[in-house]
């Protein structure tokens, strides 16, 4: 159930209180009375008048829900009224965007320029004690700011985004409900025989966005292709069998992300069983996300996990703990557990040690984590494990210290499939968390099952759970026993 309009203003309300206090402490103690931030300017193509799709700088964002206005200004001095300079150029070539008329304006003094030189007008005379935070401009030298994006204003104000306010929290919620939608329909299309583009065209669809408003690029593989972490090809003719989909495809709403993905299979039973038991491990490790937990644990226990899901699966023949150790686990999981989700994909400050910066290290072995810190009240972070037959891994493996150790016939067996990754978006709560996507699937899932195709199976996983049980529980057995 959504907020009314009145709640959601006063979640903005708050919002707009806390972040004014967060800003102020921030410039006091970097020495700053004011924060300018710019909203952003699609980039220009090499010798092209085209740009590339607009973006808005997270920094602006954190403060307005305005992601397609370009060239704006934000000036925040605390105990002053805040100003929005709003971008709105002149001219016939294109239109401008209407000024915004939501609830959250009426906490800004709202000044209309048609150029940075107008926008410069509109800002107060003196800007010498002001910080300048975004993407440099040629004209920005000639502000009289005091300083053009300080490192250690940015790390007290990166280090503090880490916790959302309620606002941004039901921005989530709302944008993880258009996730979840937008997934089935992928699914829908995936057991449809569809190719990838169709899926991400399904996904779009329902979701109601454009690529660009998306937070990030789907990643839409089919079969092998899902062993590409980060694929992006997208291509436009089915291939000859359909046997799995990994979709990582998330919506924005009011600014804030989604992260979600999701692992797919048409008909094979085995792969079918191993989805279903790396959906049961990622949901083992949801139950551990609360206050005070070292992330770093949390990702060396999916490593454990893992490997007891790979040895009982036939892949590997190592116990888990010889597995974490020896580093044959990263063959199979070679990225981080989860990160910090927000107004950014990867949301920032992840491995800071304190507001002054610095890092807290990363495990050794393990590089590719973004996250190291240790779980607060109110964060929001994504769950992700997986596991992946990735060419380039496995060739590498096949020497020593791992190739003994795997299963070479049964990962042949499986390379058609690419790999599988589950991946949630969590809150942590007081006594634990919220799962933002779980939720959001159970609420779209059952006027979906109504209409769901007779014989294609669940549109969320199509898998019996029985068998994800039996395969978790025969690993779990095995590491107990020492078998």
Known sequence: MHPSRDESAQLYDRHFTEMMRQTGAALRACGYDAL?????????????????????????????????????????????????????????????????????????????????????????ASLARTAFIGEPFPELSGFGLAAINPARLIARLHFARARKTPWQIECLRRGSRGAAHA???????????????????AFLAACGLREQELPYNPIVALNENGAALHYQMLARTPPAGHHSLLIDAGTEFSGLATDVTRTHCARDPDFTALIAAMDTLQQRLCTHVRPGLDWRALHLL??????????????????????LESGLSTVF????????????????????????????????????????????????????????????????????????????????????????RIEDDLVVTRTGHENLTRDAFRAAAAPALSAWPAGRGSPEAAIPTSSAEELVSRGARAASSGD
Not at 348 to 362: A, F
Not at 371 to 395: K, N, Q, S
């Open 302 to 323: 999916a490593h454990r996990l893992i490997a007891e899901l790979l040895r009982d699966a036939g892949i590997i023949r190592s116990h888990s703990e010889e597995a």
């Open 36 to 124: 300018l931030l710019h909203s952003g300017t699609a980039p220009t193509l090499f010798q092209d008048d085209q740009t590339y799709p607009f973006r808005a700088q997270a920094a602006f964002k954190l403060w307005v829900p305005l992601v397609d206005a370009p060239d704006c200004f934000l000036y925040l001095e605390p105990g002053a009224p805040a100003v929005l300079v709003f971008h709105q150029p002149p001219g016939f070539w294109n239109k401008a965007a209407d000024p915004p008329e939501e609830d959250w304006t009426s906490h800004f003094e709202l000044r209309l320029a048609g150029d940075r030189a107008a926008a410069r007008r509109a800002l107060p």
């Open 333 to 420: 999981f070679p990225h981080g557990v989860g990160h910090l989700l927000g107004l950014q994909v990867h949301d920032v400050g992840g491995t800071m040690l304190s507001p002054e910066g610095g890092e807290i290290e990363r495990p050794p072995g393990h590089p590719h984590l973004r996250l190291t810190r240790v779980l607060e009240e109110e964060w929001v972070v994504t769950v992700e494990p997986g596991i992946y037959f990735i060419d380039e891994l496995l060739a590498a493996a096949r020497n020593p210290p791992f190739g003994r150790h795997i299963n070479w016939s049964r990962v042949e067996a499986l390379r058609r499939f690419g790999g599988i």
């Open 183 to 201: 997934h089935l329909a992928a699914a829908h299309a995936f057991r449809s025989g569809g190719s990838e583009f169709a899926i991400e065209l």
